[in-house]
């Protein structure tokens, strides 16, 4: 029987084009997420989210988990339940924007603590669903290992104690018709509406 428990869902959205097909993923991921859930968005780019990490003598790197400028973004992270994540791959990798949330909200203590020189993640009994686009052909990623979007699952996600449940990704987008953008469109949408 379908799970009918309400979800405290994040979706955490790093795209600067609304008319761009991550717009258009972000958009069918949100209308149909089942209305009994809790949706909170962050938007990145909208946000203006500043993503340079720094310390010094004033602003400890040990007390980055205090940062007042990210309380916010902590907050939805502590109550989401399930993460979304939405973003273009860029160089092999997130954009800057996505890497500098993660750099200044998972910080230690917050996300993950060291028990000796294990890391032990602190953001347990939380799910994630990770979205992609890039525009390398497939074959070519699998041959040469590079990122995209693998280090945000297994080497973020996972060391915060966040299970990550999906990953999509629509690969060599400039050359896919409207056709098979459709499709994968499709695909989100009945994921979306199966949460």
């Not at 994040?10 to 949706?39: C, L, M």
Request: proline content about 4%; hydrophobic content about 40%.
């Amino acid at each position: 029987m379908k799970n009918l428990q309400a979800k405290n869902i994040a979706v955490i959205y790093a795209y600067p084009n609304d008319s761009g097909f991550n717009s258009a993923i972000f958009s069918t991921v949100e209308k149909n997420i089942h209305p009994r859930h809790h949706v909170k968005v962050i938007d990145l780019y909208q946000d203006n989210f500043h993503p340079v990490l720094y310390f010094d003598n004033i602003h400890k790197r040990r007390d980055l988990q205090f940062d007042s400028e990210v309380e916010e973004y902590r907050e939805i992270v502590s109550w989401a339940s399930h993460l979304i994540f939405i973003f273009p791959i860029w160089w092999g990798g997130m954009p800057a924007i996505l890497k500098g949330f993660v750099d200044r909200v998972f910080a230690k203590g917050f996300a993950y603590e060291y028990k000796g020189v294990i890391p032990i993640g602190l953001l347990k009994n939380k799910t994630g669903w990770i979205i992609t686009t890039h525009d390398t052909p497939s074959l070519y990623v699998k041959l040469m290992q590079h990122d995209y979007g693998r280090v945000l699952k297994k080497q973020i996600l996972k060391m915060c104690g966040i299970t990550p449940t999906a990953f999509h990704t629509m690969s060599f987008l400039r050359y896919k018709k409207e056709k098979s953008r459709k499709r994968f469109l499709e695909q989100l949408t009945r994921k979306a509406q199966k949460i």
